[in-house]
T-cell receptor
Framework: DTGVSQDPRHKITKRGQNVTFRCDPI?????LYWYRQTLGQGPEFLTY????????KSRLLSDRFSAERPKGSFSTLEIQRTEQGDSAMYLC???????????FGPGTRLLVL | AQSVTQLDSQVPVFEEAPVELRCNYS??????LFWYVQYPNQGLQLLLK????STLVKGINGFEAEFNKSQTSFHLRKPSVHISDTAEYFC???????????WGAGTKLIIKP
């Protein structure tokens, strides 16, 4: 069991550029979550997948943000036309249906200049 | 709407002393409660969880927490802290209608030698 992995671990980009992050959940987990964490705050929920279906999206997820999980395994989170306010740690977690615990990856730290 | 309040942003404590990190939540329905720890430059790791049953929950690294329904609290305790416990601790509650976690702002545990 290799745990949840995220790639890249760090990303620096210029305002207006697009970025894409990848999350690989624990292999048998059918639920996948994206959260965003800014300095001094707890994580904030962004979106949630059960298998390939995106079942919930936070109002924090503006139309510049899109997430996919095409085959119910890995997921991508894309941010278009990045803004300085998008600078944060983006966390991915996975869980198994019927089990309450979410397991977190190490996160992708985004800095928008 | 559910919310989680961690009353202290930082808790300094001497090594080998006991510690309590406070967490209160607001919810009109039954909830599941979690404590996660985030060591410097690492991802979130589950310390312990309350789902049902005994209100005293034991977790990893000698931590325990007590669920108090009447006070809507879930305080985290350790009888004797070690320098390696230096980290940020997050309390979270599972939203009743889905699997989204609602998080507190975190408490930094600072161990003084």
């Amino acid at each position: 069991d290799t745990g949840v992995s995220q790639d890249p671990r760090h990303k620096i980009t210029k305002r207006g550029q697009n970025v894409t992050f990848r999350c690989d959940p624990i292999s048998e987990h059918n639920r996948l979550y994206w959260y965003r964490q800014t300095l001094g705050q707890g994580p904030e929920f962004l979106t949630y997948f059960q298998n390939e279906a995106q079942l919930e999206k936070s109002r924090l997820l503006s139309d510049r943000f899109s997430a996919e999980r095409p085959k119910g395994s890995f997921s991508t989170l894309e941010i278009q036309r990045t803004e300085q306010g998008d600078s944060a740690m983006y966390l991915c977690a996975s869980s198994l249906e019927g089990v309450e615990t979410q397991y977190f990856g190490p996160g992708t730290r985004l800095l928008v200049l | 709407a559910q919310s989680v309040t961690q009353l202290d942003s930082q808790v300094p404590v001497f090594e080998e002393a006991p510690v309590e990190l406070r967490c209160n939540y607001s919810s009109s329905v039954s909830v599941y409660l979690f404590w996660y720890v985030q060591y410097p430059n690492q991802g979130l790791q589950l310390l312990l969880k309350y789902l049902s049953g005994s209100t005293l929950v034991k977790g990893i690294n000698g931590f325990e927490a007590e669920f108090n329904k009447s006070q809507t609290s879930f305080h985290l305790r350790k009888p004797s802290v070690h320098i390696s416990d230096t980290a940020e601790y997050f309390c979270a509650v599972r939203k009743d209608s889905n699997y989204q976690l609602i998080w507190g702002a975190g408490t930094k545990l600072i161990i003084k030698p």
